[in-house]
């Protein structure tokens, strides 16, 4: 599976800002989707998840602020980011899972098989 994120750039505080990522070589209705992050100086931490049938999950401080979607007519999953702060500058990433992991493994970076090349989000004033 090929991944394709998108939509990063330079946002303002309180901005907000949409990445997707959309994928080739297998049909995204057969994988759960996460987005992680990777800040400066930081590892990769979890940010949200969608599973093949849509619900979603998220990193808790991020909940309310952050949704994520997919369409899987379109092999595209979405991260709606409001409300953003400096905290959110990083890059991120989003990655594919198989139907079968387990929800414990969906929260770390080991249980995707399959990245994106990752999109720069940059929130500065």
């Known amino acids: 599976v090929q991944l394709q994120a998108c939509g990063g750039g330079l946002v303002q505080p309180g901005g907000s800002l949409r990445l997707s990522c959309t994928t080739s070589?297998?049909?995204?209705?057969?994988?759960?989707m996460g987005w992680f992050r990777q800040g400066p100086g930081k590892e990769r931490e979890f940010v949200a998840v969608i599973k093949w049938r849509g619900s979603p999950a998220y990193k808790q401080s991020l909940k309310g602020r952050f949704t994520i979607s997919r369409d899987n007519a379109k092999n595209t999953v979405s991260l709606q980011m409001n409300s953003v702060t400096p905290e959110d500058t990083a890059v991120y990433y989003c990655a594919v899972a198989r139907t079968s992991t387990i929800m414990s493994q969906l929260w770390i970076p080991d249980g995707y098989e399959s990245w994106g090349q990752g999109t720069q989000v940059t929130v500065s004033s």
């Open positions: 070589g297998a049909t995204l209705s057969g994988y759960h």
